[in-house]
């Protein structure tokens, strides 16, 4: 059984299909693309999983237990995490404070002192502890990336998801992204589950990639899979590239 199960998911804004019977499954200890083209349904998929929206039809199983009979909190304290594809960082806090907003589903009476250790050491891994006491406002985009990885690290999760990582990034900057995500990976004995549109990351790094269009899941398989099937070809270049 995979940690992540995703069956037949459904939901629809105004008429339009953001996803339409989607099925997915998310193996544990992998790193899983979910790839597609502007409005395919990635961030709506992320946002069924995480509890932000509930879909008309469909199952999310997270480790044999329904998410959709579970409130947004329950969900972080079951052992899902996630990152947004905009910043989502309190600008007048100092970074180890928008890191602690992340432990709060899981803060126990008298633990607050294990609790900042354990945002510092988050902080630390992902070499930011030289921000720690620093408003979110002023710095750079690719450092508020990591503070959003931090403060998602710091819930202990299972389960990671990340929402566009790479966007806003250069170059040098997604290339020590990739570098990062397989350590914590490792570190934190994590599965991730990556929404990315920089393809050279994706195929570079996670084990298997499921494919969207239209709120359709069109393609999965191996990186080198999805990058040679005609149909995401198609839905990414159109139909005169994919011939």
Request: hydrophobic share 45%.
């Amino acid at each position: 059984m995979a940690l992540l199960e995703v069956r037949a998911l459904t939901r629809s804004f105004y008429g339009v299909h953001a996803l339409n019977g989607v099925d997915l499954d998310v193996e544990e200890g992998t790193i899983t693309g979910l790839i597609g083209p502007n409005g395919a349904g990635k961030t709506t998929l992320f946002n069924c999983v995480s509890g932000l929206i509930p879909p008309q039809s469909g199952r999310v199983v997270f480790d044999g237990r329904n998410l959709l009979r579970v409130r947004t909190h329950g969900i972080v304290r079951l052992g899902i995490a996630r990152t947004f594809q905009n910043v989502a960082l309190f600008p007048s806090m100092t970074v180890l404070e928008n890191v602690l907003v992340g432990a709060h589903s899981r803060w126990r009476p008298f633990g607050e002192r294990k609790t900042r250790a354990q945002a510092r050491e988050s902080l630390d891994d992902l070499s930011l502890g030289d921000v720690v006491d620093r408003p979110a406002a002023g710095l750079p985009f690719g450092t508020l990336k990591r503070v959003e990885i931090a403060r998602a690290l710091v819930s202990r999760p299972r389960l990671l998801l990340l929402d566009e990582p790479a966007g806003g990034l250069n170059h040098e900057e997604v290339s020590e992204l990739g570098e990062l995500i397989r350590r914590i990976r490792k570190d934190y004995e994590l599965t991730v589950l990556l929404v990315e549109h920089h393809m050279n990351l994706v195929m570079s790094i996670c084990d298997r990639v499921h494919v969207l269009n239209f709120g359709k899941k069109i393609a999965e398989g191996a990186p080198q899979e999805v990058r040679a099937n005609p149909a995401v070809i198609e839905a990414y270049l159109g139909s005169e590239a994919a011939a």
